[in-house]
């Protein structure tokens, strides 16, 4: 009989000692949840004030400039006349580093010696009239790399210029240019050119 209470009595302080450990251990358990929050890159890009990502069928206007000629109707092409248009690209709201590629194609291929020359970089305290760094064209693409560093991306212009083009390498005589004159005489004739500009992430 003893030896049966000795044995209840050990069971119970058994149960009673897993009662505490227990206690003891659910005081140091504990929930919890946890996120992340961060934003996203930025990645909205300006041309000539159209916001281009936001509209895919975006259609930009560039305003040509024709260098005056006292023998040529002012904004008017013919042989030997000369000018540029601007491309204005704001990627202030751009928080990575991307690649630009500009294909410029002139739509009047029946004018051979109407070419794209040169292009440049506009310093953003651009004056008219100050000298530039001139880049010559011998493909119509343009593009580099812009690398971000930390800190907002500036807007920057590039300017490109265009000639009718008159010398020892032109295509086209006196008669073919002849013929561009009587045929905008009586059909309406634009000098046109596409620009296709494609922009995408450095990864």
Known sequence: MVKKIKI????A????SLSM????YSRYIANT???IETPFAKWQIMVNNEDILNNNNASISFNPIIEENENIKNNSIAPSSSGYFDIKIDPSNVEVSFNYNISLKIENENIPDLIITKYTLLPNDYTEGDSLDIINLN???ISNDMIYRQSPFESFT???FFEWFEGDSEQMNDEMDTEVGVLAATESTNFIVSATIKFKQIV
């Open 158 to 160: 590039i300017r490109i």
């Open 33 to 35: 949840t946890g996120s």
């Open 8 to 11: 209840i009595i050990v069971m």
């Open 139 to 141: 493909t119509y693409a």
């Open 21 to 24: 450990i227990s206690n003891t």
């Open 13 to 16: 302080v058994i149960a009673f």
